[in-house]
Protein backbone atom coordinates (compact mmCIF):
# COMPACT_ATOMS: atom_id res chain seq x y z
CA UNK A 1 0.00 0.00 0.00
CA UNK A 2 2.87 2.26 -0.64
CA UNK A 3 0.73 4.12 -2.92
CA UNK A 4 -1.14 5.89 -0.42
CA UNK A 5 2.14 7.05 1.53
CA UNK A 6 3.28 8.91 -2.04
CA UNK A 7 -0.72 9.95 -2.38
CA UNK A 8 -0.35 11.14 1.54
CA UNK A 9 3.40 12.96 0.87
CA UNK A 10 1.68 14.64 -2.47
CA UNK A 11 -0.67 15.92 0.11
CA UNK A 12 2.04 17.36 2.46
CA UNK A 13 4.23 18.87 -0.41
CA UNK A 14 0.89 20.56 -1.52
CA UNK A 15 0.52 21.78 2.38
CA UNK A 16 4.14 23.54 2.32
CA UNK A 17 4.45 24.75 -1.04
CA UNK A 18 1.22 26.57 -0.02
CA UNK A 19 2.88 27.63 3.17
CA UNK A 20 6.00 28.68 1.62
CA UNK A 21 4.29 30.78 -0.53
CA UNK A 22 2.51 32.57 2.11
CA UNK A 23 5.52 33.22 4.03
CA UNK A 24 4.06 30.59 6.56
CA UNK A 25 6.07 28.33 8.83
CA UNK A 26 5.67 25.13 6.72
CA UNK A 27 5.90 22.18 9.60
CA UNK A 28 3.89 21.30 12.42
CA UNK A 29 3.96 24.34 15.19
CA UNK A 30 6.14 23.22 18.12
CA UNK A 31 4.33 24.01 21.71
CA UNK A 32 7.27 23.45 23.04
CA UNK A 33 8.33 27.07 21.15
CA UNK A 34 4.72 28.41 22.06
CA UNK A 35 5.44 27.92 25.24
CA UNK A 36 9.23 29.29 25.68
CA UNK A 37 8.30 32.63 27.07
CA UNK A 38 6.66 31.19 30.17
CA UNK A 39 3.29 31.82 29.52
CA UNK A 40 1.15 29.27 31.56
CA UNK A 41 1.10 27.91 35.11
CA UNK A 42 0.54 24.22 35.69
CA UNK A 43 -0.31 21.13 33.70
CA UNK A 44 -3.19 19.02 34.89
CA UNK A 45 -3.99 15.13 33.92
CA UNK A 46 -7.52 15.17 31.86
CA UNK A 47 -7.09 11.21 31.49
CA UNK A 48 -7.56 8.76 28.00
CA UNK A 49 -10.53 10.02 26.02
CA UNK A 50 -11.63 9.95 22.42
CA UNK A 51 -10.19 13.69 21.16
CA UNK A 52 -11.11 14.89 17.92
CA UNK A 53 -8.77 14.64 15.45
CA UNK A 54 -9.06 18.25 13.27
CA UNK A 55 -8.17 19.47 16.88
CA UNK A 56 -4.84 18.08 16.74
CA UNK A 57 -2.52 20.64 15.16
CA UNK A 58 1.43 20.20 16.45
CA UNK A 59 3.88 18.49 18.10
CA UNK A 60 5.00 18.73 21.89
CA UNK A 61 9.09 18.66 21.03
CA UNK A 62 11.02 19.79 17.74
CA UNK A 63 11.87 15.96 17.32
CA UNK A 64 10.88 15.58 13.72
CA UNK A 65 9.28 18.61 13.37
CA UNK A 66 10.37 18.48 9.57
CA UNK A 67 8.63 15.30 9.02
CA UNK A 68 5.59 16.55 8.01
CA UNK A 69 3.71 19.42 6.47
CA UNK A 70 1.81 21.59 8.83
CA UNK A 71 -1.75 19.62 7.77
CA UNK A 72 0.14 16.43 9.48
CA UNK A 73 0.67 14.66 5.79
CA UNK A 74 4.40 12.73 5.59
CA UNK A 75 6.98 14.72 3.72
CA UNK A 76 10.08 11.91 4.04
CA UNK A 77 10.82 10.38 0.65
CA UNK A 78 8.75 6.92 0.08
CA UNK A 79 12.24 4.39 1.17
CA UNK A 80 12.81 5.60 4.56
CA UNK A 81 12.28 3.30 7.57
CA UNK A 82 9.69 6.60 8.54
CA UNK A 83 7.62 6.07 5.15
CA UNK A 84 7.45 1.85 6.23
CA UNK A 85 6.12 2.31 9.52
CA UNK A 86 4.01 4.63 8.14
CA UNK A 87 2.83 2.06 5.50
CA UNK A 88 2.41 -0.51 8.60
CA UNK A 89 0.14 1.58 10.75
CA UNK A 90 -1.92 2.56 7.79
CA UNK A 91 -2.32 -1.39 7.31
CA UNK A 92 -3.30 -1.47 10.86
CA UNK A 93 -5.61 1.15 10.41
CA UNK A 94 -7.42 0.14 7.20
CA UNK A 95 -7.45 -4.06 8.69
CA UNK A 96 -8.83 -3.13 11.75
CA UNK A 97 -8.44 0.43 13.44
CA UNK A 98 -5.11 1.94 15.70
CA UNK A 99 -6.18 1.16 19.31
CA UNK A 100 -2.92 2.18 20.87
CA UNK A 101 -3.97 5.99 22.36
CA UNK A 102 -1.32 8.92 21.72
CA UNK A 103 0.02 10.87 23.97
CA UNK A 104 -1.00 14.76 23.71
CA UNK A 105 -0.88 18.00 25.46
CA UNK A 106 -3.90 20.44 25.52
CA UNK A 107 -3.12 23.96 24.96
CA UNK A 108 -5.79 26.66 24.37
CA UNK A 109 -8.70 24.10 23.37
CA UNK A 110 -5.84 22.49 20.58
CA UNK A 111 -3.72 19.49 21.16
CA UNK A 112 0.00 19.23 20.58
CA UNK A 113 1.64 15.16 19.55
CA UNK A 114 3.79 13.78 22.59
CA UNK A 115 3.98 10.36 21.55
CA UNK A 116 1.67 9.43 18.24
CA UNK A 117 3.06 11.53 15.02
CA UNK A 118 2.53 8.88 12.70
CA UNK A 119 -0.82 7.60 13.89
CA UNK A 120 -2.10 11.36 14.05
CA UNK A 121 -0.53 11.39 10.42
CA UNK A 122 -2.47 8.16 9.40
CA UNK A 123 -5.95 9.17 10.87
CA UNK A 124 -5.79 12.30 9.45
CA UNK A 125 -5.35 10.97 5.86
CA UNK A 126 -7.99 8.45 6.29
CA UNK A 127 -10.39 10.98 7.19
CA UNK A 128 -10.53 9.74 10.93
CA UNK A 129 -12.83 12.28 12.98
CA UNK A 130 -11.40 11.45 16.51
CA UNK A 131 -8.46 9.29 17.70
CA UNK A 132 -7.57 7.81 21.34
CA UNK A 133 -5.52 10.10 23.16
CA UNK A 134 -4.29 10.40 27.02
CA UNK A 135 -4.43 13.87 27.55
CA UNK A 136 -2.82 16.47 29.87
CA UNK A 137 -3.57 20.11 29.88
CA UNK A 138 -1.66 23.03 30.08
CA UNK A 139 -3.28 25.50 31.87
CA UNK A 140 -1.77 29.55 30.66
CA UNK A 141 -1.22 32.58 32.75
CA UNK A 142 -4.49 35.10 33.11
CA UNK A 143 -4.69 37.87 30.28
CA UNK A 144 -6.88 40.19 29.11
CA UNK A 145 -7.18 38.67 25.69
CA UNK A 146 -10.70 36.96 23.93
CA UNK A 147 -8.70 33.91 23.36
CA UNK A 148 -7.70 33.47 27.03
CA UNK A 149 -11.87 34.55 28.09
CA UNK A 150 -13.14 31.90 25.36
CA UNK A 151 -10.98 29.19 26.66
CA UNK A 152 -12.17 29.84 30.24
CA UNK A 153 -15.32 29.86 28.85
CA UNK A 154 -14.76 26.33 27.65
CA UNK A 155 -12.98 25.48 30.41
CA UNK A 156 -15.97 25.90 32.56
CA UNK A 157 -18.43 23.84 30.22
CA UNK A 158 -15.76 20.92 29.83
CA UNK A 159 -16.26 20.74 34.09
CA UNK A 160 -19.64 20.18 33.67
CA UNK A 161 -19.78 18.15 30.27
CA UNK A 162 -16.83 16.97 29.38
CA UNK A 163 -16.58 16.91 25.48
CA UNK A 164 -13.75 18.52 23.45
CA UNK A 165 -15.21 18.71 20.09
CA UNK A 166 -17.51 21.60 20.73
CA UNK A 167 -15.96 24.94 19.88
CA UNK A 168 -18.07 28.00 20.45
CA UNK A 169 -16.23 31.20 20.14
CA UNK A 170 -18.99 33.86 21.21
CA UNK A 171 -18.91 35.30 24.09
CA UNK A 172 -21.25 33.66 26.42
CA UNK A 173 -22.06 31.12 24.00
CA UNK A 174 -21.23 27.82 25.99
CA UNK A 175 -23.58 28.85 28.54
CA UNK A 176 -26.23 29.87 26.21
CA UNK A 177 -25.69 26.12 24.74
CA UNK A 178 -26.21 25.11 27.98
CA UNK A 179 -28.95 26.51 28.95
CA UNK A 180 -30.81 25.88 25.18
CA UNK A 181 -29.82 21.89 26.22
CA UNK A 182 -31.70 22.55 29.41
CA UNK A 183 -28.55 22.10 31.98
CA UNK A 184 -26.39 25.14 33.47
CA UNK A 185 -22.57 25.47 34.18
CA UNK A 186 -21.01 24.59 37.39
CA UNK A 187 -22.10 21.17 38.07
CA UNK A 188 -21.31 17.64 36.56
CA UNK A 189 -23.92 17.06 33.98
CA UNK A 190 -25.54 13.41 33.84
CA UNK A 191 -23.80 11.17 31.76
CA UNK A 192 -26.62 10.41 29.71
CA UNK A 193 -26.99 14.64 28.87
CA UNK A 194 -23.13 14.64 27.74
CA UNK A 195 -23.77 11.37 25.34
CA UNK A 196 -27.12 12.69 24.29
CA UNK A 197 -25.14 16.66 23.59
CA UNK A 198 -22.45 14.65 21.62
CA UNK A 199 -24.51 12.38 19.27
CA UNK A 200 -26.55 15.73 18.60
CA UNK A 201 -23.41 17.50 18.34
CA UNK A 202 -21.80 14.85 15.82
CA UNK A 203 -24.43 14.82 13.61
CA UNK A 204 -25.11 18.69 13.55
CA UNK A 205 -20.83 19.01 12.61
CA UNK A 206 -21.49 16.45 9.89
CA UNK A 207 -23.80 17.58 8.30
CA UNK A 208 -22.93 21.33 8.83
CA UNK A 209 -19.78 20.68 7.20
CA UNK A 210 -21.76 19.05 4.71
CA UNK A 211 -23.62 22.01 3.60
CA UNK A 212 -20.78 24.74 4.08
CA UNK A 213 -17.92 23.25 2.65
CA UNK A 214 -15.25 25.15 4.26
CA UNK A 215 -17.23 28.85 2.81
CA UNK A 216 -17.27 30.64 6.09
CA UNK A 217 -15.13 30.92 9.32
CA UNK A 218 -18.30 29.47 11.46
CA UNK A 219 -17.15 26.42 13.84
CA UNK A 220 -19.93 23.92 14.05
CA UNK A 221 -20.06 24.56 17.10
CA UNK A 222 -21.46 28.52 16.81
CA UNK A 223 -23.85 27.18 13.77
CA UNK A 224 -24.71 25.02 16.58
CA UNK A 225 -25.81 27.66 19.08
CA UNK A 226 -27.50 29.80 16.25
CA UNK A 227 -29.71 26.53 15.43
CA UNK A 228 -30.43 26.23 18.99
CA UNK A 229 -32.23 29.14 18.81
CA UNK A 230 -34.44 28.24 16.34
CA UNK A 231 -34.48 24.81 17.33
CA UNK A 232 -34.20 22.38 19.68
CA UNK A 233 -30.91 20.40 19.74
CA UNK A 234 -32.61 17.34 21.02
CA UNK A 235 -34.64 17.15 17.78
CA UNK A 236 -31.48 16.91 15.57
CA UNK A 237 -31.06 12.99 16.31
CA UNK A 238 -34.49 12.89 15.04
CA UNK A 239 -34.12 14.13 12.15
CA UNK A 240 -32.76 12.65 9.06
CA UNK A 241 -30.45 14.16 6.99
CA UNK A 242 -31.93 16.31 4.14
CA UNK A 243 -34.50 17.51 6.80
CA UNK A 244 -31.64 18.63 8.82
CA UNK A 245 -29.76 19.87 6.04
CA UNK A 246 -32.95 21.92 4.84
CA UNK A 247 -33.43 23.47 8.50
CA UNK A 248 -29.40 24.69 7.99
CA UNK A 249 -30.60 25.70 4.94
CA UNK A 250 -33.45 27.98 6.89
CA UNK A 251 -31.26 29.30 8.54
CA UNK A 252 -28.16 29.82 6.58
CA UNK A 253 -28.04 33.76 6.35
CA UNK A 254 -28.49 33.97 10.44
CA UNK A 255 -25.20 32.06 10.29
CA UNK A 256 -23.76 34.05 7.49
CA UNK A 257 -24.16 37.37 9.30
CA UNK A 258 -22.22 36.31 12.43
CA UNK A 259 -19.10 35.34 10.21
CA UNK A 260 -17.67 39.30 11.01
CA UNK A 261 -18.17 41.05 14.51
CA UNK A 262 -18.87 43.77 11.82
CA UNK A 263 -22.67 42.25 10.92
CA UNK A 264 -25.27 44.78 11.91
CA UNK A 265 -26.08 47.50 9.89
CA UNK A 266 -26.80 50.37 11.43
CA UNK A 267 -29.37 53.03 10.10
CA UNK A 268 -29.13 56.25 11.47
CA UNK A 269 -30.01 59.95 10.23
CA UNK A 270 -27.27 60.17 8.07
CA UNK A 271 -27.48 56.86 6.14
CA UNK A 272 -27.97 56.84 2.38
CA UNK A 273 -30.44 53.86 1.53
CA UNK A 274 -29.95 53.56 -1.93
CA UNK A 275 -28.37 55.02 -5.28
CA UNK A 276 -32.33 56.46 -5.81
CA UNK A 277 -33.54 56.68 -1.44
CA UNK A 278 -32.28 58.43 1.68
CA UNK A 279 -32.96 58.43 4.80
CA UNK A 280 -35.28 61.66 4.06
CA UNK A 281 -37.47 59.58 1.81
CA UNK A 282 -37.52 56.66 4.50
CA UNK A 283 -38.93 59.69 7.02
CA UNK A 284 -41.01 61.26 4.11
CA UNK A 285 -42.81 58.66 2.26
CA UNK A 286 -46.21 59.49 0.97
CA UNK A 287 -48.78 56.82 1.31
CA UNK A 288 -50.38 55.41 -1.41
CA UNK A 289 -50.69 51.79 -2.28
CA UNK A 290 -53.14 51.03 0.32
CA UNK A 291 -56.77 52.08 1.03
CA UNK A 292 -59.12 52.20 4.09
CA UNK A 293 -61.21 49.38 2.42
CA UNK A 294 -58.04 46.99 2.35
CA UNK A 295 -55.76 48.69 5.30
CA UNK A 296 -51.79 47.88 5.76
CA UNK A 297 -51.90 45.78 9.37
CA UNK A 298 -49.27 46.34 11.84
CA UNK A 299 -49.68 44.03 14.84
CA UNK A 300 -48.16 44.45 18.27
CA UNK A 301 -47.00 42.44 21.02
CA UNK A 302 -46.44 43.30 24.70
CA UNK A 303 -45.56 41.35 27.49
CA UNK A 304 -48.04 42.32 30.22
CA UNK A 305 -50.98 44.81 30.11
CA UNK A 306 -49.39 48.92 28.75
CA UNK A 307 -50.85 50.71 31.77
CA UNK A 308 -48.40 48.43 34.06
CA UNK A 309 -45.26 49.39 32.56
CA UNK A 310 -44.00 52.90 31.80
CA UNK A 311 -41.82 50.92 28.84
CA UNK A 312 -45.17 49.22 27.13
CA UNK A 313 -47.31 52.04 27.52
CA UNK A 314 -44.62 54.40 25.46
CA UNK A 315 -44.98 51.78 22.27
CA UNK A 316 -48.98 52.19 23.25
CA UNK A 317 -48.71 55.53 22.64
CA UNK A 318 -46.77 54.97 19.51
CA UNK A 319 -49.38 52.80 18.11
CA UNK A 320 -52.03 54.91 18.78
CA UNK A 321 -50.26 57.28 17.05
CA UNK A 322 -50.38 55.84 13.67
CA UNK A 323 -53.91 54.89 14.31
CA UNK A 324 -54.54 58.42 14.58
CA UNK A 325 -52.13 59.77 11.75
CA UNK A 326 -52.85 57.15 8.56
CA UNK A 327 -56.63 58.42 8.18
CA UNK A 328 -57.75 54.59 8.27
CA UNK A 329 -55.59 53.06 5.62
CA UNK A 330 -53.59 51.56 8.40
CA UNK A 331 -55.41 49.05 10.81
CA UNK A 332 -53.42 48.02 13.97
CA UNK A 333 -53.94 45.34 16.76
CA UNK A 334 -52.66 44.53 20.42
CA UNK A 335 -51.74 41.55 21.84
CA UNK A 336 -50.88 41.27 25.52
CA UNK A 337 -50.05 38.70 27.98
CA UNK A 338 -47.11 37.33 25.67
CA UNK A 339 -44.44 36.79 28.68
CA UNK A 340 -43.74 33.31 27.37
CA UNK A 341 -42.52 31.87 23.76
CA UNK A 342 -45.48 29.87 23.73
CA UNK A 343 -47.73 32.78 25.02
CA UNK A 344 -45.78 34.98 21.87
CA UNK A 345 -45.80 32.12 19.45
CA UNK A 346 -49.66 31.61 19.70
CA UNK A 347 -50.74 35.08 19.16
CA UNK A 348 -48.14 35.54 16.06
CA UNK A 349 -50.19 33.22 14.76
CA UNK A 350 -53.55 35.00 15.74
CA UNK A 351 -51.95 37.95 14.18
CA UNK A 352 -50.79 36.14 11.22
CA UNK A 353 -54.65 34.96 10.51
CA UNK A 354 -55.57 38.77 11.01
CA UNK A 355 -53.48 39.42 8.01
CA UNK A 356 -50.94 41.10 9.68
CA UNK A 357 -48.17 42.93 7.47
CA UNK A 358 -45.22 43.65 9.94
CA UNK A 359 -45.43 42.51 13.88
CA UNK A 360 -43.84 44.65 16.08
CA UNK A 361 -42.40 43.00 19.37
CA UNK A 362 -41.36 45.69 22.04
CA UNK A 363 -39.28 43.52 24.39
CA UNK A 364 -35.70 41.77 23.81
CA UNK A 365 -36.75 38.89 25.52
CA UNK A 366 -38.85 38.31 22.81
CA UNK A 367 -36.38 38.28 20.19
CA UNK A 368 -35.45 34.49 20.33
CA UNK A 369 -39.39 33.36 19.41
CA UNK A 370 -39.51 36.52 16.95
CA UNK A 371 -36.37 34.63 14.99
CA UNK A 372 -38.42 31.41 15.02
CA UNK A 373 -41.86 33.46 13.92
CA UNK A 374 -40.06 35.13 11.10
CA UNK A 375 -38.42 31.53 9.71
CA UNK A 376 -41.81 30.23 10.41
CA UNK A 377 -43.85 33.24 8.13
CA UNK A 378 -40.85 34.32 5.37
CA UNK A 379 -43.70 36.78 3.50
CA UNK A 380 -44.47 38.73 6.73
CA UNK A 381 -42.03 41.31 8.51
CA UNK A 382 -41.15 41.13 11.80
CA UNK A 383 -39.49 43.78 13.97
CA UNK A 384 -37.85 43.38 17.74
CA UNK A 385 -37.13 46.49 19.43
CA UNK A 386 -33.72 45.79 21.09
CA UNK A 387 -30.05 47.08 20.71
CA UNK A 388 -26.84 44.43 19.44
CA UNK A 389 -29.30 41.40 18.82
CA UNK A 390 -28.20 40.59 15.50
CA UNK A 391 -31.20 38.44 12.75
CA UNK A 392 -31.19 38.59 8.95
CA UNK A 393 -34.74 37.91 9.34
CA UNK A 394 -35.72 40.21 12.13
CA UNK A 395 -35.13 43.55 12.29
CA UNK A 396 -34.21 45.43 15.41
CA UNK A 397 -34.87 49.49 16.14
CA UNK A 398 -33.87 51.57 19.44
CA UNK A 399 -34.16 54.89 20.23
CA UNK A 400 -30.32 57.04 20.80
CA UNK A 401 -31.85 57.99 24.12
CA UNK A 402 -28.60 58.76 25.05
CA UNK A 403 -28.75 62.26 23.65
CA UNK A 404 -31.62 63.54 25.92
CA UNK A 405 -29.99 61.51 28.66
CA UNK A 406 -26.64 64.19 27.91
CA UNK A 407 -29.05 66.88 27.62
CA UNK A 408 -30.60 66.29 31.12
CA UNK A 409 -27.28 65.74 32.75
CA UNK A 410 -26.00 69.12 32.08
CA UNK A 411 -29.47 70.62 32.91
CA UNK A 412 -29.75 68.93 36.27
CA UNK A 413 -25.55 70.16 37.22
CA UNK A 414 -27.18 73.19 36.26
CA UNK A 415 -30.09 73.02 38.88
CA UNK A 416 -28.21 71.09 41.55
CA UNK A 417 -28.03 72.73 44.99
CA UNK A 418 -25.37 70.32 46.13
CA UNK A 419 -22.79 68.11 44.51
CA UNK A 420 -24.40 64.62 44.45
CA UNK A 421 -27.30 64.06 41.82
CA UNK A 422 -29.19 60.77 41.99
CA UNK A 423 -29.47 58.67 38.63
CA UNK A 424 -32.23 55.40 38.51
CA UNK A 425 -31.24 52.80 35.57
CA UNK A 426 -33.37 50.08 35.02
CA UNK A 427 -31.96 46.84 33.76
CA UNK A 428 -28.27 46.87 32.96
CA UNK A 429 -28.40 45.49 29.39
CA UNK A 430 -26.99 47.08 26.18
CA UNK A 431 -27.56 50.61 25.36
CA UNK A 432 -28.30 51.45 29.32
CA UNK A 433 -24.31 52.15 29.89
CA UNK A 434 -24.43 54.99 27.35
CA UNK A 435 -27.14 56.43 28.51
CA UNK A 436 -25.91 56.88 31.74
CA UNK A 437 -22.54 57.42 30.90
CA UNK A 438 -23.84 60.31 28.84
CA UNK A 439 -25.76 62.13 31.50
CA UNK A 440 -22.68 61.90 33.98
CA UNK A 441 -20.79 63.68 31.35
CA UNK A 442 -23.33 66.30 30.21
CA UNK A 443 -23.10 67.19 33.98
CA UNK A 444 -19.54 67.59 34.29
CA UNK A 445 -19.15 69.50 31.80
CA UNK A 446 -21.47 71.94 33.43
CA UNK A 447 -19.82 71.32 37.20
CA UNK A 448 -17.08 68.88 36.97
CA UNK A 449 -17.22 68.52 40.47
CA UNK A 450 -20.54 66.96 40.46
CA UNK A 451 -21.10 63.24 41.35
CA UNK A 452 -23.95 60.95 39.65
CA UNK A 453 -25.30 58.11 42.66
CA UNK A 454 -26.43 55.46 40.55
CA UNK A 455 -29.67 52.77 41.25
CA UNK A 456 -30.92 50.30 39.69
CA UNK A 457 -34.82 50.11 39.73
CA UNK A 458 -34.40 46.53 38.97
CA UNK A 459 -32.18 45.48 41.62
CA UNK A 460 -34.44 43.35 44.32
CA UNK A 461 -35.91 45.23 47.45
CA UNK A 462 -34.84 48.63 45.70
CA UNK A 463 -36.59 51.59 47.06
CA UNK A 464 -34.96 54.44 45.47
CA UNK A 465 -36.59 57.15 46.87
CA UNK A 466 -35.89 56.28 50.41
CA UNK A 467 -31.87 55.36 49.49
CA UNK A 468 -31.80 58.80 47.66
CA UNK A 469 -33.15 61.04 50.62
CA UNK A 470 -31.22 59.30 53.04
CA UNK A 471 -28.16 60.20 51.02
CA UNK A 472 -29.43 63.56 51.01
CA UNK A 473 -30.28 63.52 47.45
CA UNK A 474 -32.71 66.15 46.26
CA UNK A 475 -32.60 65.88 42.68
CA UNK A 476 -32.96 62.95 40.30
CA UNK A 477 -32.74 61.33 36.89
CA UNK A 478 -36.09 58.79 37.38
CA UNK A 479 -38.09 56.45 35.02
CA UNK A 480 -38.34 58.32 31.46
CA UNK A 481 -42.12 57.51 32.30
CA UNK A 482 -44.79 57.71 34.57
CA UNK A 483 -47.15 53.99 34.01
CA UNK A 484 -50.59 55.20 33.39
CA UNK A 485 -52.12 53.87 36.54
CA UNK A 486 -50.00 55.57 38.61
CA UNK A 487 -50.35 58.80 40.35
CA UNK A 488 -46.80 58.99 41.25
CA UNK A 489 -45.11 61.76 39.64
CA UNK A 490 -41.29 60.13 40.04
CA UNK A 491 -40.33 60.50 36.75
CA UNK A 492 -38.02 62.31 34.29
CA UNK A 493 -35.69 64.59 35.82
CA UNK A 494 -37.70 65.70 39.17
CA UNK A 495 -36.73 67.34 42.47
CA UNK A 496 -38.03 66.45 45.95
CA UNK A 497 -38.85 69.46 47.98
CA UNK A 498 -38.50 69.84 51.89
CA UNK A 499 -42.37 69.05 52.06
CA UNK A 500 -41.47 65.96 50.01
CA UNK A 501 -43.82 66.94 47.19
CA UNK A 502 -42.19 66.70 43.68
CA UNK A 503 -41.50 69.54 41.19
CA UNK A 504 -40.68 67.73 37.64
CA UNK A 505 -38.28 69.49 35.80
CA UNK A 506 -37.74 67.96 32.21
CA UNK A 507 -38.18 64.52 30.26
CA UNK A 508 -36.86 62.41 27.95
CA UNK A 509 -39.03 61.26 25.45
CA UNK A 510 -39.47 58.43 23.26
CA UNK A 511 -41.85 59.07 20.12
CA UNK A 512 -42.03 55.32 19.02
CA UNK A 513 -45.12 57.01 17.04
CA UNK A 514 -42.58 58.95 14.89
CA UNK A 515 -40.55 55.53 14.13
CA UNK A 516 -43.39 53.64 13.53
CA UNK A 517 -45.26 55.92 10.86
CA UNK A 518 -41.93 56.25 9.04
CA UNK A 519 -41.51 52.41 9.22
CA UNK A 520 -44.94 51.83 8.50
CA UNK A 521 -45.01 54.66 5.31
CA UNK A 522 -41.53 52.97 3.95
CA UNK A 523 -42.80 49.52 3.73
CA UNK A 524 -46.58 51.08 1.83
CA UNK A 525 -43.97 52.83 -0.58
CA UNK A 526 -41.58 49.48 -1.08
CA UNK A 527 -38.56 51.48 0.43
CA UNK A 528 -38.37 48.84 3.44
CA UNK A 529 -35.81 46.39 0.93
CA UNK A 530 -33.62 49.52 0.05
CA UNK A 531 -32.81 49.69 4.39
CA UNK A 532 -30.99 46.04 3.46
CA UNK A 533 -27.38 47.09 2.70
CA UNK A 534 -25.61 44.11 3.17
CA UNK A 535 -27.36 40.37 3.30
CA UNK A 536 -24.60 39.30 5.51
CA UNK A 537 -25.36 42.09 7.88
CA UNK A 538 -28.32 42.23 10.46
CA UNK A 539 -29.98 45.77 10.28
CA UNK A 540 -30.58 47.78 13.03
CA UNK A 541 -32.60 51.43 13.28
CA UNK A 542 -30.40 53.89 15.99
CA UNK A 543 -32.29 56.72 15.67
CA UNK A 544 -31.48 60.00 17.75
CA UNK A 545 -32.85 63.72 17.63
CA UNK A 546 -32.50 64.50 14.43
CA UNK A 547 -34.67 61.49 13.05
CA UNK A 548 -37.57 63.13 15.83
CA UNK A 549 -37.82 59.44 17.71
CA UNK A 550 -35.90 61.03 20.61
CA UNK A 551 -36.23 64.42 22.52
CA UNK A 552 -36.32 66.25 25.61
CA UNK A 553 -39.49 68.29 27.22
CA UNK A 554 -38.65 71.22 29.24
CA UNK A 555 -41.36 72.24 32.30
CA UNK A 556 -42.29 75.42 32.06
CA UNK A 557 -41.17 75.82 35.89
CA UNK A 558 -37.53 75.83 35.09
CA UNK A 559 -35.92 79.61 34.10
CA UNK A 560 -35.45 80.82 31.11
CA UNK A 561 -31.64 80.65 31.39
CA UNK A 562 -31.66 77.22 31.75
CA UNK A 563 -33.81 76.28 29.05
CA UNK A 564 -31.91 78.48 27.06
CA UNK A 565 -28.62 76.15 27.62
CA UNK A 566 -30.32 72.97 26.50
CA UNK A 567 -31.97 74.31 23.94
CA UNK A 568 -28.29 75.70 22.87
CA UNK A 569 -26.65 72.45 23.64
CA UNK A 570 -29.51 70.79 21.56
CA UNK A 571 -28.98 72.69 18.38
CA UNK A 572 -25.29 72.29 18.96
CA UNK A 573 -25.89 68.18 19.14
CA UNK A 574 -28.52 68.31 15.97
CA UNK A 575 -25.81 69.79 13.75
CA UNK A 576 -23.39 67.51 14.99
CA UNK A 577 -20.93 69.76 16.16
CA UNK A 578 -20.88 68.15 19.84
CA UNK A 579 -21.21 64.44 20.92
CA UNK A 580 -21.08 63.22 24.63
CA UNK A 581 -18.37 60.90 23.46
CA UNK A 582 -15.88 62.74 21.21
CA UNK A 583 -13.17 63.63 22.85
CA UNK A 584 -10.83 62.61 26.31
CA UNK A 585 -12.94 60.02 28.51
CA UNK A 586 -12.37 58.48 31.86
CA UNK A 587 -14.01 55.40 33.28
CA UNK A 588 -13.91 54.38 37.27
CA UNK A 589 -10.98 52.33 36.25
CA UNK A 590 -9.02 54.40 33.80
CA UNK A 591 -8.63 56.22 30.34
CA UNK A 592 -11.18 54.95 27.78
CA UNK A 593 -9.80 57.07 25.10
CA UNK A 594 -7.95 60.59 25.09
CA UNK A 595 -8.30 63.78 22.81
CA UNK A 596 -7.56 63.33 19.45
CA UNK A 597 -8.14 59.87 19.37
CA UNK A 598 -11.44 58.89 17.05
CA UNK A 599 -15.10 59.01 17.81
CA UNK A 600 -16.91 56.22 19.66
CA UNK A 601 -18.59 53.91 17.02
CA UNK A 602 -22.40 52.99 17.46
CA UNK A 603 -21.15 49.30 18.26
CA UNK A 604 -18.42 51.00 21.03
CA UNK A 605 -21.29 52.78 22.33
CA UNK A 606 -24.18 50.51 22.85
CA UNK A 607 -21.79 48.05 24.36
CA UNK A 608 -20.55 49.87 26.64
CA UNK A 609 -19.30 48.36 29.96
CA UNK A 610 -18.28 50.48 32.01
CA UNK A 611 -19.31 53.53 34.04
CA UNK A 612 -17.64 57.28 33.57
CA UNK A 613 -15.09 58.42 36.10
CA UNK A 614 -17.86 60.82 38.02
CA UNK A 615 -20.42 58.15 38.49
CA UNK A 616 -21.03 56.65 42.07
CA UNK A 617 -22.15 53.26 42.11
CA UNK A 618 -21.64 49.79 39.82
CA UNK A 619 -23.82 47.36 37.81
CA UNK A 620 -25.76 44.81 39.93
CA UNK A 621 -24.56 41.40 40.08
CA UNK A 622 -26.67 38.48 38.20
CA UNK A 623 -28.00 37.21 41.97
CA UNK A 624 -29.04 40.50 43.14
CA UNK A 625 -31.28 41.21 40.49
CA UNK A 626 -35.27 40.86 40.60
CA UNK A 627 -36.74 37.41 38.88
CA UNK A 628 -38.40 39.70 36.01
CA UNK A 629 -35.27 41.02 34.81
CA UNK A 630 -33.04 37.65 34.28
CA UNK A 631 -35.02 36.74 31.47
CA UNK A 632 -34.35 40.16 29.80
CA UNK A 633 -30.68 39.74 31.13
CA UNK A 634 -30.07 36.68 29.83
CA UNK A 635 -31.15 37.79 26.20
CA UNK A 636 -29.86 41.53 26.20
CA UNK A 637 -27.54 41.70 29.11
CA UNK A 638 -23.76 43.09 29.16
CA UNK A 639 -22.03 39.98 28.37
CA UNK A 640 -19.01 40.80 29.89
CA UNK A 641 -20.62 41.27 33.21
CA UNK A 642 -23.26 38.26 32.94
CA UNK A 643 -21.29 35.27 30.56
Known amino acids: MQEDYIKAKRLGQKEYQKAMSHGDYPYLPVLDDILAGDVYNNEIPVGLMEIPIDFVVGTKTAGRTNAFARNFMPLFEPETEFAMKWNDLYVSQVKEGIRDAIKVYEYMHRFYVQEGNKRVSVSKYVNTPTVLANVTRIIPRQNDSQEYQSYQQFLEFFESCPIYDIEITARGGYKKLAEAFGYDLGKKWPEEAIKALRTSYQLFDK ?51 NENDDNIAVIDENVEL ?47 Y ?46 PETMRCALHYPKVKFMNCSINLSSSNVRTYYGRM ?44 INPDVKVVLKWSSQKDMDFMKEFK ?12 IMPNSASREFGLFRIMPDDSIINLALPVSNWGVFYQRIISSIMEADWDDATYEKDKATNYYLGMASGVIDVILSGKISYYSRKQVESLRLVLLKGLLNPFDGEIHSQNGVIKVEGDPSLTYEEIVSMDWLNDNVIGRFPKKEELKTEALETINISGLLKLYQ
Open 274 to 320: SSKNNIKKLFNAVVTNYTKEKPFKAAFFYERDPSTSNWLYGHELGRN
Open 322 to 367: IEDNFDGIVETSVYTDCNTDEELSKAVDNAIEWGADICFTVSPKHM
Open 470 to 481: EEGIDLISGPDL
Open 207 to 257: TYRKVSKGRINITSGDALLIYAQLYPIESIKELGTQALIRRIGKIWNEILI
Open 402 to 445: YEAKFLLGALAASLSKGKNIGYLASYPIYGQAAEINAFAIGAAL
